[in-house]
């Protein structure tokens, strides 16, 4: 069976619990205990053979020979005992609760759908690629809000090509979500060195993996998402549950890939004595960042530079403020363009991701040694926005969206890219015929050009050091032949109202809780 066929079976099963109230979000949840326990007893039996970290009678064959009420309190007590445990056990199962109402569905999904496949023998592509295809639908379903820790797949298969790890490299995801980005490194080192030794295998399952992830729930997902994917083990666990910006970890990796949590500020809730409530600006403040701010994505390319080990290399996805809001934003950009070599920024356009009104971008840097002079030579920039118009649904992107990109970048060889965009007081490296001049087009002149470089003195010498560049002109601005389809047009609109009304909440937010409790009134 593929894992389409499965992800249908599964999620038409999703359809018919939520007549009982159960949203999409709960219902993979059930899935990831489920799967796990089965998966366990099979590698307990031959061929496997290996000792089940799952409790005795606690266990798969314990929920498969019960029936009704007598099923419903015993998942309900397995759930609360395996949550007790440590390791990859107590990951996946804590704050674990039974979500079903009908002890006939819970069976049904356990007996029918469930115990009827064999999930460890199956190819880790296709049990990996289903568990994937349902994380991709929960996010889908907007009201869940699971949008916000899904990275659009195309996207990150991009930059993943783009920084092509290697066998032996570790690689880091700060901000992990469902473990997107992990998967993905896995998956490529796994297709481009097919001979690789039993030690870099056994490395590359066991070692090379590390995320971090706020929220549990979340976090419970990535555990089971890398587990299927055969990352991970009872002795290994790639997932920590945590605040990564809360201190240095100590650890250094040699890839560093991340799409950190949008929302800009952080602050906490503060309730006084006599019932008042306050917020406080969560302001990270470490000796190894470079400047103070309660600007949550600032910190994280802080706390990506500390991660790095020297000669590192890394990719964050970040909002536009990151490129121009000023105070510590400014100090954060020349000390990075300074101290790190930033090579690359892709300019992404609108209608990627799940969470609306989210105009973003990555940045991809090295870590180098201190050095007197800036290590940033030259930054590469493709404008994938301008006049490039993308939807979730009727014209999503596509990996082959960012071949050109992939291509420009030159992975082989960074030292060695050209630029496709020539100005009319540049030469073309490719001189037109005679007397053929004016039938040319835009493109062919390269006024089209989506990649270009900026010379550091260049980028310094900008206001605020902003890196929020673009070139091309918006041809629906001149041209309404080019306008997009209205219902592009419509969802863009809907994506920059979300946007400003996203930044108006955050200065409601901080102008304190009287200013909010008068609005609301």
Known sequence: MNSATIVQKLWNYCNVLRDDGMSYGDYVEQLTYLLFLKMADERSRPP???????????????????????????????????????GLLGLIFTKSQNKFQDPAKLRRLIVDLIDKETWVSMSADVKGDAYEGLLEKNAQDTKSGAGQYFTPRPLIQAIVDAMAPRPGETVCDPACGTGGFLLA??????????????AEKKKLRGESFKGWELVQATARLCAMNMLLHGIGSQEFEPIAVGDSLAADPGERFDVVLTNPPFGKKSSTTIVGEEGQVSKERDTVERDDFWATTSNKQLNFVQHVKTLLKQNGRAALVLPDNVLFEGGAGETIRRKLLHDCDVHTLLRLPTGLFYAQGVKANVLFFDKKPASETPWTRKLWIYDLRTNMHFTLKTRTLKREDLDEFVQCYNAANRHDRKPTWFDENRPHPNPLPEGEGTALTQEERGLKGRWRAYDYEDLINRDKASLDIFWLRDESLSDSDNLPAPEVIAAEIVEDLEAALGQFREILGDLGPEVSEAESA
Not at 75 to 83: K, P, W
């Open 185 to 198: 490194a896995h998956d490529y080192v796994v297709k481009h060195y097919p001979n690789m030794t039993s």
């Open 48 to 86: 496997y053979n290996q000792k089940s970290p799952v409790l005795a009678g606690y266990d798969w064959s314990s929920l498969v020979k019960r029936d009704g009420d007598e099923l419903f309190d015993h998942y309900r007590h397995t759930l609360e005992e395996l949550g007790k445990q440590k």
